[in-house]
Nanobody, 113 residues
Framework: QLQLVESGGGLVQPGGSLRLSCAASGFSLDYYTIGWFRQAPGKEREGVVCINSGDGTTNYADSVKGRFTISRDNAKNTVYLQMNSLKPEDTAVYYC??????WGQGTQVTVSS
């Protein structure tokens, strides 16, 4: 059964860091484009970053460039999102997705002092 499960969210102060995980089951994630998206209250879901299948090239939203890093561990079938220098505007539910079709349940990230 195909499944994506996010974890690692929480409450962090501005300037802090979190690492989100997206664990895949039922398929090998290195054969697919895996993306991180986020949705803040009252706003539309937006793309944060994706990592392409095969060569692992990445594409970041301008708002997170230089602060967030996506990586993939094929042995663990997991994609990570390292988030540094977090800002209050990064507060959102973060989702991972396979090709923008299959979605996890999301994990809440709250950046607040």
């Amino acid at each position: 059964q195909l499944q994506l499960v996010e974890s690692g969210g929480g409450l962090v102060q501005p300037g802090g860091s979190l690492r989100l995980s997206c664990a895949a089951s039922g398929f090998s994630l290195d054969y697919y484009t895996i993306g991180w998206f986020r949705q803040a209250p009252g706003k539309e879901r937006e793309g944060v970053v994706c990592i392409n299948s095969g060569d692992g090239t990445t594409n970041y939203a301008d708002s997170v460039k230089g602060r967030f890093t996506i990586s993939r561990d094929n042995a663990k079938n997991t994609v990570y999102l390292q988030m540094n220098s977090l800002k209050p505007e990064d507060t959102a539910v973060y989702y991972c997705s396979r090709d923008g079709v299959e979605w996890g349940q999301g994990t809440q990230v709250t950046v607040s002092s």
